[in-house]
Nanobody, 126 residues
Framework: QLQLVESGGGLVQPGGSLRLSCAAS????????IGWFRQAPGKEREGVSC????????KYADSVKDRLTISRDNAKKMVYLQMNSLKPEDTAVYYC???????????????????WGQGTQVTVSS
C-alpha cells in the first residue's frame, strides 16, 4: 500500500528554521516526482516546491524561493523540505505528494499528483 507520511512540523519563531520530512513506503520512490504543498485556514492548497524523480530538477514558488530547499534520498525513500527564515505567513499544514510522472509540472498544480500524505502543521509565531 502506497503511503506518504510527513513529519517535522511544529511551532517556531519568526526567522527560525524547520526541516520537514516525507517518508514513502509501499512503492519505489525513484520513479516519482515529489511535491510539497501547504494549506492555510480558508485558503487554497498552494504548491511550494517540487523535485523530479532523480533530484536533478527542482521548482519553487516565488513566495518561498531562496528560503526553502527541497531534496530527496531515494535510497532511504525520503524527501525533505528545509525551511529557513520562516515568516508568520508560512503558517499552514504542509503536505507531500507523489506524482506518477518523473518530472515536475510547470504550474505545480495539485492535479499533477496522485498520492498525498496526511500533512504536518507548521506554525510560525512569536
Amino acid at each position: 500500500q502506497l503511503q506518504l507520511v510527513e513529519s517535522g512540523g511544529g511551532l517556531v519563531q519568526p526567522g527560525g528554521s524547520l526541516r520537514l520530512s516525507c517518508a514513502a513506503s509501499g512503492f519505489t520512490l525513484d520513479y516519482y516526482a515529489i511535491g510539497w504543498f501547504r494549506q492555510a485556514p480558508g485558503k487554497e492548497r498552494e504548491g511550494v516546491s517540487c523535485i523530479s524523480s532523480s533530484g536533478g530538477s527542482t521548482k519553487y514558488a516565488d513566495s518561498v524561493k531562496d528560503r526553502l530547499t527541497i531534496s530527496r534520498d531515494n535510497a532511504k525513500k525520503m524527501v525533505y523540505l528545509q525551511m529557513n527564515s520562516l515568516k508568520p505567513e508560512d503558517t499552514a499544514v504542509y503536505y507531500c505528494a507523489a506524482s506518477q510522472y518523473s518530472y515536475c509540472s510547470g504550474s505545480n498544480a495539485p492535479l499533477w499528483y496522485n498520492y498525498w500524505g496526511q500533512g504536518t502543521q507548521v506554525t510560525v509565531s512569536s
